[in-house]
C-alpha cells in the first residue's frame, strides 16, 4: 500500500495549510470517517476531488483553489451549488429512481448524526 495521501484529502490539507499563512485565526472542524474527511458539515471525498454537504448525496467536483476561497469567506455552500454545474461534477443522475428517493430521505433525516 502506497504511502501517498489520497488527492481528495491531500486537496483539502494542502487548502488548510495555505489558509493558515493569510488566515492564522481561521476556526475549522475535521474528523475522519471512512469515505474521507468531515470538514465544517461537508464531506471531502478521500480519492477524488469531490465533495458534498453531510445529508445529501450528489457529488460535486472541487478545486484546490476554489475550496481555499470558499473556506476563506465561508461560503462552502455556495461553493458547492455553483460546482453542481461544473461539467467535472458527476451527473448525479440515478437509474434506480426509487432507490434514490429512499437514501435522500434517509441521509437528510440523519443529517445530525452523519456516521458512514
Same mark, same amino acid.
Not at 475549522?28 to 471525498?45: E, H, R, T, W
Given at each position: 500500500m502506497?504511502? +501517498?495521501? &489520497?488527492?481528495?484529502?491531500? $486537496?483539502? /490539507?494542502?487548502?488548510? /495549510?495555505q489558509l493558515? +499563512?493569510i ?5 475549522y472542524?475535521v474528523d ?10 461537508f464531506?471531502?471525498?478521500?480519492? +477524488? ?11 460535486a ?5 476554489g475550496?481555499?476561497?470558499a ?11 455553483e460546482?453542481l454545474?461544473? &461539467? ?6 440515478? *437509474?434506480?429512481?426509487?432507490?434514490? +428517493?429512499?437514501? *435522500? $430521505?434517509?441521509?437528510s433525516?440523519n443529517?445530525?448524526?452523519y456516521n458512514?
Amino acid at each position: 500500500m502506497s504511502n +501517498k495521501m &489520497p488527492y481528495g484529502i491531500y $486537496a483539502l /490539507q494542502t487548502a488548510l /495549510q495555505q489558509l493558515r +499563512k493569510i488566515e492564522p485565526d481561521l476556526l475549522y472542524q475535521v474528523d475522519d470517517c471512512s469515505s474521507g474527511k468531515i470538514f465544517n458539515g461537508f464531506l471531502i471525498a478521500r480519492n +477524488k476531488t469531490r465533495f458534498r454537504p453531510l445529508g445529501i448525496l450528489d457529488w460535486a467536483h472541487f478545486t484546490m483553489a476554489g475550496l481555499r476561497v470558499a473556506i476563506q469567506y465561508d461560503i462552502l455552500q455556495q461553493y458547492y451549488e455553483e460546482m453542481l454545474k461544473d &461539467p467535472r461534477s458527476p451527473s448525479n443522475n440515478w *437509474k434506480d429512481k426509487d432507490k434514490e +428517493k429512499k437514501l *435522500k $430521505a434517509l441521509h437528510s433525516n440523519n443529517l445530525g448524526g452523519y456516521n458512514e
